[in-house]
């Protein structure tokens, strides 16, 4: 009827005048990730400020795919004589293995876009890979690295090359334009966590017989 007050918008349609400070942060937070992660990708592609150093930065990604630490770490635990180096190998391919589904799991979760600067000329890649968070080689990295620090015998400068290899693929992700920002920071935290999942689980002759017997 006339004069009859008109019912609300729903919600969606409503302009929200009063955005909260959280949306605020978050959203000038992503971006500057966006910002930044552009701005450092600076080997996205050969006419890149610095396209030259593209193929070194595609050497140094395959250095962190999953596929060559899978297959070394298998080959090693296949010949191994020693008990204690299959136990290690053992639970480093565990490692590898509930790093590759985590990652899985998360990336189809967010479904976060690549960068739109990236080349999709990636390494080996599966259904899960078009998408961008976390950054599976930063997980992987941060992962090894633990794992490498805690369980191999090794002289410091060696220690030190660990730790900077980590550091070097981690950053090496933005760089070619695979990731942003939050998806490398992300990776890290992620494979340092997993980490202490991998020592929770550790399997041993004692804890997993049937497995040791494969060996």
Request: net charge positive.
């Given at each position: 009827p006339a004069g009859a007050a008109a019912a609300p918008l729903p919600e969606e349609d409503c302009m929200k005048l009063n955005p909260s400070f959280v949306g605020i942060a978050l959203s000038s937070l992503l971006a500057i990730d966006l910002w930044a992660s552009k701005r450092l990708g600076v080997c996205a592609g050969e006419g890149s400020a610095w396209g030259s150093a593209r193929p070194l930065m595609k050497v140094i990604e395959v250095s962190g795919h999953g596929i060559p630490w899978l297959l070394g770490t298998f080959y090693g635990?296949?010949?191994?004589?020693?008990?204690?180096a299959r136990e290690v190998l053992l639970n480093l391919l565990f490692a590898l293995l509930l790093d590759l589904v985590m990652v899985a799991v998360v990336k189809g979760l967010v479904r976060r876009p690549r960068p739109t600067h990236n080349k999709m000329d990636m390494f080996v890649t599966i259904s899960v890979d078009?998408?961008?968070?976390?950054?599976?080689?930063?997980?992987?990295?941060?992962l090894v690295c633990r794992f490498v620090l805690r369980h191999l015998v090794l002289a410091v400068p060696l220690r030190v090359l660990v730790v900077l290899w980590a550091?070097?693929?981690?950053?090496?992700?933005?760089?070619?334009?695979?990731?942003?920002m939050t998806d490398v920071l992300f990776g890290?935290?992620?494979?340092?966590?997993l980490y202490g999942v991998v020592e929770h689980c550790w399997l041993s002759p004692a804890s997993a017989p049937a497995l040791f017997a494969l060996w």
């Open positions: 635990l296949c010949q191994s004589d020693s008990s204690a078009k998408y961008s968070f976390p950054s599976g080689h930063a997980t992987r990295a941060a550091l070097i693929v981690s950053i090496s992700r933005v760089m070619l334009g695979r990731h942003n890290l935290l992620l494979g340092y966590a």
